[in-house]
Each structure stands twice: as structure tokens, then as C-alpha cells.
């Protein structure tokens, strides 16, 4: 079987929540939309405060090249322009929307039939994308119209379906797949068309059989579509190691997988470019799983953006007594909440709440040089080195030790017998290095 | 006896010919440097610390020698004292500079800032600023951590364990202003040490609403500007609801210590009030 060559790592996959139906959560009395739901500058606003909007009307437009449009997800009054406190205390703009009614934008297919047929052009296709604001949904957010303009010197030939769904808890991917997988085929056949491909590859992993089955069987009379059974393993979902486990091509240190004539993009864009293309309907709703070991109904929910994290967390039973820690996304590579009275936004995935058993970090130890770092990272690096370095804060050296490949999986992390928080420094000395490649880039 | 010859003479041509390339290696490429900088190095404190903006003594003191005017070098390490031999030296005027110290701008102990998380990550102020807001509700206030008390090279600020802020000692700080560029919040910052070290300042960097800042912490600056009204010399300035006093402008008069309605406002090396007196009368 299929997978990623050097590294990785195997966590418990608790993943609480399969073959649970994804529920829709209600639509609340006011939502609240953050204006920088993606890499890059945040939109800005479109409207004005007592405007009346619609579902799936644009309030915020893309600032400069890096950024993407935001559309309202319910319909109603526009009550204020402001700030909002973020899931870790920051502020950062939204638009907030009083809901009257659910009033649809004309245009946007609302029966629930399912549409074979595009069409439109390459270029079309990717407009209409770059409208409807759809990024990256698998957690970086990456506007997805940017993904499918390379740069002209590389020759796409094979578009990658992530559906490796490897963080342990989450399966909102996963029962999508079932649930909406002639939508996600329709979906790759017009990505295939705006990349002008004639290969695509899904790569889900052997934990979701019947996902693959599934996908398998819709897929019989397509030979264009392949769907890959990939050796669970953690992090298969990186973006090079997805490549790496599907085609054998090595996306070389800084370089884009474009420089190896493949794109990736996550099964729940695809799914988002469907509606996009096909519904004329931008991106406003997310798919989210809701677990944690003490939850009494762990979940997966369909989400319109804006609406709270706490009321879907309703839906799944209400905060358990004992939880120690909120994290936001899965648990290798998401980040702890202050509070779960965040809206949903394009960067949501996962809500997780631990009890203190699992939550608690242990007491760091000194690094014994075991080595088991080195063994562990998947993009062949020495955490334990690039730790230490940026500890100290000797950014060339660690700038010389390729840290800026680091995809801050935190397998070193996981596997660390002495508890060190490696990626904690990774992390910072990576960012650190960044900036610097950055100004010198600008002088 | 040939060979003990022969090698004689080959090992000194060889010793002759590298003697000669030496020398002529060091006539062509001399770096003539200027004497005076060996001397200026000598009279820096060699701290090598970068408070004067340059990279270490040696470069500052090739500066000192080299620029025509000292006007915007000073080594705030050896301050005045420093700055005039090395000018009577050189034969040039350095302006004299008043002493500086570093300020800590933040007060929110535990007691009037109220945690609302626990932090359990690296213990490092730059890393929990990326991460969130930190402890207490406040986005502004000291995470107290230490990154300031590691980067000290004079051992002169330290964290307060009670408070959990960091307090400077004020006969070893140098204001070098290493632990500005540590904080990641911008909360210390270098001001006059002022007449027989005594200052006023505003010890809050929050620019949250009143209300809003008031809630995460009790000692928060809230904007209300009665400080600037009470001032008579317009030393007092407030953008974004943060109170600012201008060091080269307050005369340290305390009228806006007592109208601050949060005691953000504190004074430094200032006589405690004769209460203690009047006890002695009584």
C-alpha cells in the first residue's frame, strides 16, 4: 500500500464521530463575519451599516492579489462594522448581521438536484471561483483561484484529491465523502477542466473503507479519476507528502508542487468549487466535526459562517463538566481557544475539547538526543537542532538548516520521550526567519 | 654530507622566498588605522551590548573617531562621563545628555488583573504572543515570562516573583535598551531618569476603550483625560484612549497622580508623603 516515504508518525485516531450524519445548525438571531477568514489582507467591507443583504450576497471585497471575497451567509440587516474578539483574544474586523428571514440571492440553485454538466472554459471556471471566495479548507486557507493560476513555466498534469483526513478526531471529510461523493466527482471533473488536466488522483487513506468503496464504485466508468488507498499514517495529509505517497514525486525544498506538475486541493473545496460552479453559490457554509472523549454526541455539523461554535457544540451535548482545554482544529496541528463563542469562518474544521488526562502538557526534560525527532519528521529534518537554535536565537544557522521547510506537524513533537516543546520553537524560529528572508527580499 | 647540504640550502630559499612574500604582503596591503580608535576602545565600557545603536564597542568607537561632529553618538552604557573624555581626547564636543533609565509600563499584578486561562506552553513572552492574548483579558499587558530579564546583559531587570511583573534596578540599568526590543508588547521603554531620579509616568499601554480596559485590569489607563486637564505644562497628551506624558515637558509637579481616577498614573523616587512625620508629632 501506498505512502509517504521517510518519517510520520501513528497517534490514535479517536475518531468518535464516523459514519455520524452531518446536522445542520440553526441559523442564529445575528452572525458575526470576520473580514480575514484567509491568508493574506482581509476583504473590505462592501456595504454599509443598515444595508439589507441576502444569502450569498458579496459584503466584502478582495483587497490586492493575496486576499478573497467574503459573502454574507444569512439575510437580513447589517447592524454593525467593527471588531470582533478572535479565538485568541485578538481583535480583528467583521461585519455583523442581524437575520431576517432566509432570503436567497437570485441565481444560486437552492434544490438539491445534482448538475453533471459545465460548460464553461478554464477561465470561467476559475472567475467564478475567485468570486464565490473559496480558499483552502483544508486549515492554511490559501485562496484557491491563486492555487489554480501557476506560474507559467510549470506543466500541470495530475490534480490531487486530499481526502487523507489524517489528524486524529476529525471526520467531517470523511462522512462528506459519503454523503455528498457524486457532488465531489462533478466537482473534480471541473477542477480537471480549469487546470486543463486529464488525471486526477484521490488519496484517502485505508481507515475510511467505506469512503473508498464508495468513491470507487461512481468512479467505474471515469478512467480520468483514480482513487489511490493510502497507508494510514501521520501527517499524509502535507501537502508534499500527499504527493509524495501518490505520484512518488519529490517537491523539492522551496519550490511549489507545481515544479512537479501537480495540484492539490482538499475534498471539502472540491466539494465548495462544485457549488460554486455549478449552484452559483460562494462559500458560506463549513463542514465541521465536533468531538472530544467526554462529549456526550460527538459530531459532524454543516455550519453557516458567522454562527457561534458554541451552538453547534449545543447540538453535541454542551461543554462536558471536565474539560481542561478548547482546540480549535485537530489535535496535532490546531491551536487552543480561549472560549467557543467564536463564529465559524472559512479556517474552521474542528472543535475539540479534552479533559485534563489528555490536555496536560508533561514537564519538559532535558533532550537525551535519542534521536527519535530525526526519525519521526516527515520532511526529513532535525527537529531537536532547529529547537535548540532557535532557542538560543541564531536565525542564520537555523536559516542554513532549512527550518522554512518545517510544515509544523508536530511529529517531533508527539514522539519526544523528554516532553520538549519543539515545535513551540520551531514555530517561532521559523516565523523569525521568514520575516527576515522577507526584508532582506525587500531591500 | 651532500644531502644535509643541499637541503640546507633548499629549506633556506624556501624560508627566504616566504619571507620576502610576507614582507611584500604586508607593505602592499597595510591598513593604516588610525591609532585613536585602540584609545577610545579602551575608555568604552566593552559591554558590547548595541545600546549605541552600533554593533559592538570597537565600531562605535571607529565612529566616534571618524565622524566630524559627536553629536549623535552616545554610549548610554558609560553615559556623560564616558562621552566627555572620550571628546576631550579627540579634541571634539559631545553634547551632554541627561541619564536614562528603562520603564516598565505595565502594573497588572494578579491581584488587579484577573486571570482568565492557564498558559502551560514554553515559558517565553515571544512565543505566547503568537500563540494569544496571553493570561488575563488584557491584549497589552505583561505576559511576564522574562524574555526582558533574559536579554538583560547587566543582570538589572527581573521578574518579580509576588507580581509576576518585571521590576529594573535602577543603579545597574543602563538603559541599552535591550529589553525593548525584547518585549514583544513594547511595554518597557526608556525615558529620563530625571532630577534625583525621580519621574511620572503612565504605567499602561492599553488602548481598549475605557470600559473595555478597565474590566481586564484595575490599574488600566481608561482614557479619561483628567490627567490632561489638570496638567499646566501640556505635557500630557492621550491618543487612542492611552494617556501619554512627555518627559521632556513635565515638571513633575504630581497634580495628575492624584486626579487618576485608576492610579495608573505612578511616580517614582519621589519622598513619601510627611505622613510619617505628623506621626512623630503626634
Known amino acids: 500500500m501506498k505512502t509517504f516515504k521517510i518519517g510520520g508518525i501513528h497517534p490514535q485516531e479517536n475518531k468518535l464521530s464516523t459514519s455520524m450524519r452531518i446536522e445542520n445548525v440553526p441559523i442564529p438571531e445575528q452572525v458575526i463575519i470576520p473580514l480575514d477568514q484567509h491568508i493574506g489582507a482581509p476583504s473590505t467591507p462592501f456595504v454599509e451599516v443598515g444595508d439589507k443583504v441576502k444569502v450569498g450576497q458579496l459584503i466584502g471585497k478582495a483587497t490586492g492579489f493575496m486576499s478573497a471575497n467574503t459573502h454574507s451567509s444569512v439575510s437580513g440587516t447589517v447592524s454593525r462594522i467593527d471588531t470582533y474578539i478572535d479565538s485568541f483574544g485578538y481583535k480583528k474586523p467583521a461585519i455583523y448581521i442581524n437575520v431576517e428571514g432566509d432570503e436567497w440571492l437570485e441565481g444560486i440553485d437552492t434544490s438539491n438536484k445534482l448538475l453533471y454538466n459545465c460548460t464553461l472554459s478554464s477561465k470561467e ?128 525544498s522551496g519550490a511549489l508542487p507545481a515544479s512537479v506538475g501537480v495540484v492539490v486541493q482538499n475534498v471539502a473545496t472540491v466539494y465548495a468549487v462544485y457549488e460554486a460552479v455549478q449552484l452559483n453559490k460562494p462559500l458560506i457554509e463549513v463542514f465541521v466535526t465536533i468531538s472530544g472523549p467526554e462529549l456526550l454526541h460527538p459530531g459532524n455539523f454543516k455550519m453557516r459562517i458567522g454562527t457561534l461554535l458554541s451552538d453547534a457544540l449545543k447540538m453535541a451535548g454542551g461543554m462536558p463538566e471536565n474539560t481542561k482545554k478548547i482546540i480549535g482544529g485537530g489535535p496535532m496541528m490546531g491551536r487552543a481557544f480561549l472560549t467557543t463563542d467564536i463564529p465559524a469562518t472559512k479556517r474552521s474544521s474542528g472543535l475539540l475539547l479534552l479533559p485534563e488526562k489528555q490536555a496536560k502538557r508533561l514537564e519538559p526534560s532535558t533532550c537525551i538526543r535519542c534521536g527519535k525527532c530525526v526519525y519521526a519528521c516527515p520532511m526529513g529534518l532535525e527537529p531537536f537542532l532547529l529547537g535548540r537554535l532557535s532557542e538560543l536565537q541564531i536565525w542564520d544557522k537555523l536559516e542554513e538548516s532549512h527550518v522554512t521547510d518545517c510544515i509544523e506537524c508536530g511529529s517531533c513533537m508527539f514522539t519526544c520521550p523528554s516532553h520538549r516543546p519543539i515545535l513551540d520553537y520551531v514555530r517561532m524560529g521559523k516565523s523569525e526567519v521568514m520575516s527576515i528572508i522577507i526584508s532582506r527580499a525587500t531591500k | 654530507m651532500n644531502s644535509i647540504i643541499l637541503s640546507l640550502i633548499v629549506l633556506g630559499c624556501i624560508g627566504l622566498i616566504s619571507a620576502l612574500i610576507l614582507y611584500y604582503v604586508l607593505a602592499k596591503f597595510k591598513v593604516d588605522e588610525n591609532p585613536y580608535i585602540d584609545e577610545v576602545e579602551a575608555l568604552l565600557p566593552g559591554a558590547n551590548c548595541g545600546g549605541c545603536g552600533f554593533a559592538g564597542c570597537r565600531n562605535f568607537a571607529e565612529k566616534c573617531v571618524s565622524s566630524e561632529s559627536m553629536d549623535s553618538l552616545f554610549c548610554p552604557v558609560g553615559k556623560d562621563e564616558t562621552m ?187 519622598p513619601i508623603k510627611q505622613v510619617k512625620q505628623e506621626d512623630e508629632n503626634v
Not at chain 1, 480549469?194 to 467505506?210: D, R, S, T
Not at chain 2, 483579558?137 to 524574555?147: A, E, S, T
Not at chain 2, 485590569?217 to 479619561?224: D, L, T
Open chain 1, 125 to 252: 471556471i476559475i472567475q467564478k471561483i475567485n468570486d464565490a471566495g473559496i480558499v483552502g479548507l483544508g486549515g492554511a486557507c490559501f485562496p484557491t483561484h491563486i492555487k489554480l493560476c501557476p506560474p507559467s513555466n510549470c506543466k500541470i498534469d495530475t490534480l490531487i484529491i486530499n481526502a487523507v483526513e489524517c489528524e486524529p478526531y476529525l471526520t467531517h471529510n470523511h462522512q462528506l465523502m459519503i454523503e455528498k461523493g457524486e457532488e465531489i466527482i462533478v466537482g473534480v471533473n471541473i477542477l480537471m477542466k480549469a487546470l486543463e488536466v486529464e488525471k486526477a488522483i484521490i488519496g484517502i487513506e485505508e481507515n475510511k473503507a467505506n469512503a473508498i468503496e464508495y468513491l470507487k464504485k461512481i468512479t467505474l466508468s471515469n478512467k480520468n479519476i483514480e482513487v489511490v488507498t493510502l497507508k494510514t499514517k501521520y501527517p499524509q495529509g502535507g501537502e508534499k507528502q500527499l504527493i509524495q505517497a501518490c505520484t512518488n514525486r519529490e517537491v523539492k
Open chain 2, 84 to 270: 566627555q573624555s572620550i571628546a576631550q581626547l579627540l579634541g571634539k564636543s559631545a553634547p551632554t545628555e541627561e541619564p536614562k533609565i528603562a520603564v516598565v509600563r505595565c502594573q497588572g499584578s494578579c491581584d488587579v488583573r484577573p486571570r482568565t486561562n492557564i498558559y502551560d506552553g514554553v515559558t517565553s513572552c515571544k512565543i505566547a504572543n503568537t500563540l494569544y492574548i496571553g493570561e488575563s483579558g488584557c491584549p497589552n499587558g505583561c505576559l511576564g515570562y522574562g524574555d526582558c530579564e533574559f536579554s538583560c546583559p547587566f543582570d538589572s531587570i527581573h521578574i518579580d516573583i509576588k507580581t509576576n511583573l518585571p521590576v529594573v534596578d535602577e543603579d545597574l540599568c543602563t538603559a541599552c535598551g535591550k529589553c525593548v526590543v525584547a518585549c514583544p508588547r513594547d511595554i518597557i521603554q526608556i525615558r529620563r531618569k530625571g532630577p534625583k531620579n525621580r519621574r511620572i509616568y503612565v504605567s499602561c499601554i492599553n488602548q481598549e476603550k475605557g470600559g473595555i480596559a478597565r474590566k481586564s485590569c484595575e490599574v488600566a489607563c481608561i482614557g479619561c483625560s483628567k490627567c490632561l486637564k489638570e496638567c499646566a505644562f501640556e505635557a500630557i497628551t492621550i491618543t487612542n484612549n492611552l494617556a501619554y506624558i512627555d518627559d521632556s515637558k513635565c515638571r513633575l509637579c504630581k497634580k495628575c497622580v492624584d486626579v487618576c481616577p485608576t492610579k495608573a498614573i505612578i511616580t517614582a523616587n519621589f
